[in-house]
């Protein structure tokens, strides 16, 4: 009877302990969270609201919000339900509270982004990554998923939601400052309404820049709104948030997963999808165009800018039947298949045919393979300095200075912009890892003489440095083992640039993106020589050639 006393004693513990830890649930409201970081192995935070009677067997629609420049993601959730500072509170002693407000039957994440860097690079990944915990941790309607932010966020807004518009049923951009480039995707958005808001007196950003989007969007056929605001300066997002106004207008919004009309354009292989279509091969250096229309239950019209192979998949699409053929009329070439869910086509001699092998055969450019050398700071990398030639002290020290300065993304930026939140590994050479390798897009300092890990891949590379030259730089991205190496030969990249003005990252990050896939210069980085695309198959252009050969100090291998 004592024996079986310890065993329901035991059976009542085990079930308590699973009780509680059942019970262990969010607090509805505001809150923060944070997701772990592959691009730095840090623990990143973001942002979360969770409706007052969440329900964690219900499907949410979910806002992702993105912050300002000098903001972070407490202030972004704050702001995104229309609540500002009060009266003379400054944004650090605003950032320490959130107040009570109106309940929302939405999900609200705002990431952090590493604070004020942008929405490109490691902040673009970043926001994805949040998309991705919240998405794991709770059930949301992907029909359901909206877009917005402010100022360097709207701009981030207008970025993220166009370069893969199949993930968003809306957006919304608020006053904002969008990269280079962003403009030129425009078209991208036929398939998810945009409601604009800015200031007619903003003097940060310019309303100008929204008017010229707003006419645009409106001559292509896109669907957008916009609210401009009378007398209203940069903080148009206290009148767009006004009341939970955002809600209310991303509520009537639902994303159709299978249009009939895809209207995609694309630079980049690292944004080559958008609903059912895909590029494959993009003509090198231009804007790649496909307009695709299933107007009639399997029977597809095509055109395309650009664009020399592209993928269909219409697996799931309510005008697909695979029992039939499917007819296709591409650029005027008519063409009929078989197919299951997806085909893809190529074109020879101008003319389009159906792909009977492999697209990409050996080192091509294509996704993840592309360039340019920003790409190889855009995800997990590591800086590693050389000592393969047994430095003396004080040249170890110099090399070992370099490479850390060349990491040192999180320098302080004066009490607006802060620091930036990312933190890679220097290493030495001796000291890089086989995970590392396989994990990592390598920044590699010095030449082959020097670094091991350049002479490691020597053979492979396409250009080399002399070791006795002082007077040049160069910088170079290529593939490798399914990642990144960027070579950085004589003087770093960013020597003789000014760090002036307005940045969002320091001078040696700030220019990256300038950067084309090899950076050549004499003495100082603005005095040019090469910035250049290596080929489609990743060899140096004659263009190239004669320009880096002229210099004597560049031995070319490929």
């Not at 944004?91 to 590493?114: C, L």
């Not at 645009?216 to 939970?244: M, P, R, T």
């Not at 792909?355 to 592309?370: H, M, N």
Request: net charge neutral; glycine share 6%.
């Amino acid at each position: 009877m004592k024996f079986w006393n310890t065993k329901v004693l035991i059976v009542l513990i085990l079930v308590l302990s699973f009780t509680n830890l059942s019970a262990q649930k969010l607090s509805p409201g505001p809150q923060v969270l944070t997701f772990h970081s592959d691009a730095d192995d840090t623990e990143q935070p973001y942002g979360l609201y969770l409706p007052k009677n969440f329900d964690e067997n219900k499907k949410y629609p979910l806002v992702i919000m993105l912050h300002g420049a000098g903001s972070n993601h407490r202030l972004a959730l704050k702001r995104v339900f229309g609540k500002t500072n009060a009266e003379g509170e400054t944004d650090v002693e605003a950032s320490r509270y959130f107040q009570p407000w109106e309940d929302v039957d939405f999900i609200v994440a705002s990431p952090y982004a590493r604070g004020t860097a942008g929405y490109q690079g490691i902040p673009e990944e970043d926001v994805y990554d949040v998309l991705d915990d919240v998405k794991k941790r709770f059930k949301i309607d992907e029909n359901r998923t909206y877009l917005t932010g402010l100022s360097m966020g709207g701009g981030g807004t207008l970025w993220i939601g166009l370069t893969r518009p199949d993930i968003w049923a809306a957006i919304a951009p608020v006053c904002p400052a969008p990269p280079e480039g962003t403009f030129d995707l425009a078209s991208n958005a036929l398939n998810f309404p945009i409601h604009f808001f800015h200031g007619d007196a903003d003097p940060v950003v310019p309303v100008a820049g929204t008017r010229k989007w707003v006419q645009h969007l409106q001559d292509i056929g896109v669907e957008v709104s916009y609210k401009e605001f009378v007398d209203v300066k940069h903080d148009s997002w206290v009148s767009a948030y006004d009341n939970e106004f955002i809600f209310e207008w991303f509520g009537h919004a639902e994303r159709n997963p299978f249009p009939n009309r895809v209207k995609f354009v694309s630079k980049q292989y690292k944004y080559n999808k958008a609903f059912w279509v895909q590029f494959d091969k993009m003509n090198l250096g231009t804007l790649a165009e496909i307009d695709a229309n299933l107007n009639k239950p399997n029977a597809a019209t095509i055109t395309t800018k650009n664009l020399s192979a592209f993928t269909v998949n219409l697996k799931g699409h309510p005008k697909f039947n695979a029992a039939t053929n499917v007819s296709f009329t591409i650029d005027g070439k008519a063409l009929t298949a078989k197919l299951d869910s997806s085909i893809s086509f190529v074109k020879n001699n101008n003319v389009w045919a159906v792909a009977t092998s492999p697209i990409a055969i050996g080192i091509v450019k294509k996704k993840g393979a592309e360039g340019p050398i920003y790409e190889a700071f855009s995800s997990r990398h590591i800086y590693v300095y050389g000592t393969a030639d047994n430095p003396s002290p004080e040249e170890l020290k110099k090399r070992t200075d370099l490479a850390t300065q060349a990491a040192d993304w999180s320098h302080y930026r004066g009490e607006f912009l802060g620091r930036i939140m990312f933190f890679p590994r220097v290493l030495s050479d001796k000291e890089v890892r086989e995970s590392d390798i396989e994990s990592s897009n390598l920044i590699l300092f010095g030449t082959k003489e020097t670094n091991a890990m350049i002479a490691k891949y020597a053979d492979k590379l396409p250009v080399h440095l002399s070791p006795a030259d002082k007077a040049h730089g160069l910088l170079y991205v290529f593939p490798m083992d399914k990642h990144y190496v960027a070579v950085s030969s004589g003087l770093p990249w960013w020597s003789g640039a000014e760090d002036k003005g307005f940045p969002f990252v320091s001078v040696m990050h700030r220019r990256l993106p300038e950067f084309k896939d090899l950076f050549f210069f004499k003495d100082s980085s603005t005095n040019l020589i090469v910035n250049g695309n290596f080929s489609d198959d990743w060899q140096v252009t004659e263009d190239m050639k004669a320009k880096l050969s002229g210099s004597g100090a560049i031995t070319i291998t490929k």
